[in-house]
């Protein structure tokens, strides 16, 4: 059973990087798509970024897009969000999400991921 942990988040200054990792505790992510999506206060969940089982396709929403990169280490078991150029809007909830079978129409809808972490709490001061 896929088990997810999120680490890195923090209260940073507008302009800051912070590094999140999503790590299984419960079992392999081989084969698995990894997602990682937000949710401010007040507003609904939404699609960050994911990658592959084999890392070679990623893929962002628009806002992350050469702010944000993601990469996984599969020896390690552990997915990573690197997020440079940190803007207040960007405080969130920070959720990773996994999923063995998901397509590509389906990636961005939350409903569509099986497995999700607790969140970790991502704060950018202005």
């Known amino acids: 059973q896929v088990q997810l942990v999120e680490s890195g988040g923090g209260l940073v200054q507008a302009g800051d990087s912070l590094r999140l990792s999503c790590a299984s505790s419960?079992?392999?992510?081989?084969?698995?798509?990894v997602g990682w999506f937000r949710q401010a206060p007040g507003k609904e969940r939404e699609f960050v970024s994911s990658?592959?089982?084999?890392?070679?396709?990623?893929y962002y929403a628009e806002f992350a897009k050469g702010r944000f990169t993601i990469s996984r280490d599969n020896a390690k078991n552990t997915v990573f969000l690197q997020m440079n150029s940190l803007k207040p809007e960007d405080t969130a909830v920070y959720f990773c999400?996994?999923?063995?079978?998901?397509?590509?129409?389906?990636?961005?809808?939350?409903?569509?991921?099986?497995?999700w972490g607790q969140g970790t709490q991502v704060t950018v001061s202005s």
């Open positions: 990658i592959r089982w084999g890392g070679g396709h990623t």
């Open positions: 999400a996994a999923d063995s079978r998901l397509i590509l129409s389906a990636m961005r809808d939350d409903s569509s991921w099986d497995y």
């Open positions: 419960g079992g392999t992510l081989r084969g698995y798509t």
